[in-house]
């Protein structure tokens, strides 16, 4: 515990540090995901491969995926980012497609015959339906990725992994655990968000 | 709509948070570190020396390896760390091993001013240099106390190796071409530090290390004897970027002042204060500039 | 408007004409084509042959988009958005064509007025509040809002109980009386056919049996399936003694 309040500055930067880890691989993985969800939820035939592809991703070990990626792109948090919207892809790319599909046949039916162009129907009626289930996704992908950005210690990243690396290195427990508490940590208050959020956009769209 | 802006400010806080790149307050030394603790502590010694001189200095220790402290130096982001002659004269210059001091120094010198507008300031005394480790009883069964003897027996040995170790031109691969052999039976790579514990638990017969890590005493290792003189050797030196030096020309003086003082027997002391009384790098910097004032 | 079409098999060489700004039900079984038919006007299907004309064009020449925004359409299983509220849903159409937002609000309470609820208690409800008979009401609101010349609706009243049924086929009664539009309606209930329509096309295994005055049909079926069809219905008794009560009156 000493070890922790002596160095609460550093640990909370690192926990922003960790954070913008998190929050670029999330977004770098929503950008990669949604024309994937997109295609597989509106073509089965296209879904399948790319279901099967993103398997592939998930389960690989992040740290062997991490090497491959220095290896192309060098050290520091790219690689990091990348590795992180790799591992997300599994389970956003399933849950995107997931979440259009499941939209009401009836009030998509309804939207095309009242005259909402293809975009319309999309933004407007599509998406703020699937929303809940969108959320739902992004909270389990935060969650996941909020631990192997830890991996980020192993190649000069930043964010929490670095104490958790230290700590191992020179045996000091309460040092890796300055890294691993705050992680665990922000994994329970980032899920119980997104579960709030999920419910009132669940309650929203009814 | 909601989904995207909160997109947004997830960039928005990535962007604010994620290391910055280029220039910076030019009233302001930053000072970084590679991510090992010797490093670490070394750094803040530096960095405590220029604040009792009345300089601000920002920390942005454990960047990472050597390639990426290079690279934080090349682009501005740090302006000063501690760095090895021997490491930069082989792993960032790609120079043959040399194997005179201060020829290394020269060499090291010279070329980064040249190639990247660095300044190598004075060396010290302490030679941190890699070297391979085995426990006492493995030395004493296997009569193993040479690099030599351990490149013929390497094919029935296995490595515990930290990852720099595998690629860099001053290690296993520079091993293999100067004494030939050193082909292990396995190699497995392990964070900086834990290579130790691969040795000490018998998953392991053979483990790199550096010369003034503390393990070495504590977990009774030996230290194979560098016979042919592979290894340069590996002197600690400031690194300062040149726009740095200009814009705190006192900074040189400072740095220089400290140099001689980091001598082997100093940074093993530090060394275990890190590892076994788990000190903080700060503090035993501030302790090690109160016993040395003057 | 027009339909001559030989489609594909879901209906095969179908050519009718529909009178303008009356109610026409394509009375049938399920199955028979009644439905794909009735989406061939706002081109939700696309006939194999034949054309769709409106008003002398065919309407595989108009941008659907523009197409469906003039067609009121209205489904059995309603596809209110669930997000939007009674208001917004009204709203669609008309915003979509930029009404200004004046007129957009006047018009929904029109339009909820017509349909028989409250503007009041309904506008800002939401469509996972309402009962089933009072989501179509909207649904049927949402459909006209935007002073549509052709109203589908396909199968509307059929996912309700009966007497929901009977109150929601009382209003339509009520606005096709206040409205001039050209309705479609598809059905399969016979009662609900005779008390609506003005016109009925009866429909069977993608073919049109007969179409006509609901009188005319009654009095003079052309088939012996449109005679059984006619024959199972309520209606058609209260109208056999009607007429021979206006028959003996007649004659008198």
Redesign the interface.
């Known amino acids: 515990m000493t070890y922790i309040m002596g160095h609460l500055g550093e640990i909370g930067d690192l926990t922003l540090q960790h954070m913008g880890l998190v929050a670029a691989g999330l977004f770098l993985a929503m950008v990669i995901a949604l024309p994937l969800g997109v295609l597989a939820a509106r073509n089965s035939h296209i879904g399948a491969p790319i279901f099967a592809l993103t398997g592939v991703l998930y389960v690989i070990p992040s740290l062997a995926l991490l090497a491959v990626a220095v290896r192309y792109i060098g050290l520091g948090w790219a690689p990091v980012i990348l590795v992180l919207a790799a591992y997300a892809q599994f389970i956003l790319v399933r849950n995107i497609a997931t979440a259009l599909t499941s939209v009401s046949p009836a009030q998509i039916d309804a939207a095309r015959g009242l005259g909402m162009t293809a975009r319309q129907q999309f933004f407007r009626v599509e998406i703020p339906l699937a929303t809940p289930v969108l959320i739902s996704g992004l909270r389990l992908a935060t969650v996941a990725l909020i631990a192997i950005a830890t991996l980020g210690g192993y190649v000069g990243a930043g964010g929490l992994g670095d104490e958790i690396f230290l700590g191992l290195q020179r045996k000091y427990i309460e040092q890796t655990l300055a890294g691993s508490i705050p992680a665990a940590l922000l994994a329970i208050i980032l899920d119980a968000l997104l579960r709030l959020a999920e419910r009132s956009s669940r309650a929203r769209v009814g | 709509?909601?989904?995207t802006r909160k997109?947004s400010l997830?960039?928005i806080?990535?962007?604010?948070?994620?290391?910055s790149c280029g220039g910076g307050d030019r009233n302001v030394l930053k000072a970084g570190s590679k991510?090992?603790?010797e490093n670490i502590i070394v750094a803040e010694i530096y960095a405590a020396a220029l604040e009792r001189a009345g300089l601000h200095v920002e920390r942005r220790m454990?960047?990472?390896?050597t390639?990426?402290a290079t690279?934080a130096m090349v682009r501005g982001d740090i302006d000063l760390y501690p760095e090895y002659t021997g490491t930069g004269l082989i792993d960032v210059l790609h120079h043959t091993p040399v194997r005179s001091a201060s020829e290394v120094y020269a060499i090291v010198k010279r070329e980064y001013a040249r190639r990247y507008g660095i300044t190598w300031l004075a060396p010290s005394p302490v030679n941190d240099s890699q070297a391979l480790a085995v426990t006492a009883s493995l030395a004493e069964k296997m009569q193993l106390r040479t690099l030599s003897r351990c490149a013929v027996l390497a094919s029935g040995l296995s490595l515990a190796a930290i990852?720099e170790f595998v690629s860099r031109a001053d290690a296993l691969p520079g091993l293999q071409r100067f004494y030939g052999g050193f082909h292990f039976k396995s190699v497995r790579t392990y964070?900086?530090?834990?290579q130790y514990d691969a040795l000490t638990r018998g998953d392991a017969d053979v483990a790199t290390a550096f010369t003034t890590d503390s393990q070495i005493d504590t977990d009774h290792l030996v230290l194979l004897s560098d016979d042919k003189h592979f290894w340069p050797p590996y002197n600690i030196a400031p690194l300062v970027r040149n726009t740095a030096l200009r814009a705190h020309p006192q900074a040189q003086a400072v740095l220089n002042r400290i140099s001689p003082l980091l001598t082997d027997a100093a940074v093993r002391r530090f060394n275990e204060a890190?590892?076994l009384a788990?000190a903080?790098p700060a503090q035993i910097a501030q302790q090690f500039l109160k016993e040395h004032a003057h | 408007m027009r339909y001559p079409g030989a489609d594909r098999d879901a209906v095969s060489n179908v050519s009718l004409q529909i009178e303008p700004g009356a109610v026409t039900v394509l009375l049938g079984p399920s199955g028979c084509g009644k439905s794909t038919l009735l989406r061939t006007v706002n081109r939700l299907v696309i006939p194999a042959s034949g054309r769709v004309l409106l008003d002398e064009v065919d309407n595989a020449g108009i941008d659907p988009v523009e197409l469906r925004r003039g067609t009121g359409y209205v489904i059995q299983a309603v596809g209110l958005f669930s997000h939007m509220t009674v208001a917004q849903n009204i709203a669609v159409v008309p915003s979509l064509l930029k009404w200004p937002r004046a007129r957009i609000d006047a018009r929904v309470d029109e339009l909820l007025g017509l349909v028989g609820l409250d503007p009041a208690r309904y506008r800002g409800r939401f469509p996972r509040e309402l009962s089933g008979g009072e989501q179509q009401r909207v649904g049927v609101a949402r459909a006209i809002a935007a002073e549509p010349a052709v109203l589908l609706m396909d199968e509307p009243f059929g996912a309700v109980d009966a007497i929901v049924r009977a109150n929601l086929q009382q209003q339509m009664i009520h606005i096709k009386q206040r409205l001039r539009t050209t309705v479609l309606f598809v059905t399969h209930d016979v009662d609900e056919a005779l008390i609506l329509a003005d016109r009925i096309v009866v429909m069977h295994a993608g073919k049109v049996e007969q179409q006509g005055a609901p009188v005319d049909i009654l009095r003079e079926p052309a088939t012996p399936y449109v005679a059984r069809l006619f024959a199972l219905s309520d209606q058609t008794r209260r109208y056999d003694e009607l007429r021979a009560a206006l028959s003996s009156t007649e004659l008198s």
């Not at chain 2, 806080?13 to 290391?19: I, Q």
């Not at chain 2, 454990?62 to 390896?65: E, Y």
């Open positions: 709509m909601t989904l997109r997830a960039l806080g990535a962007a604010l948070t994620l290391p991510n090992f603790g454990n960047l990472g390896s390639q990426i690279e990852p964070a900086i530090g834990l890190y590892n788990h903080d």
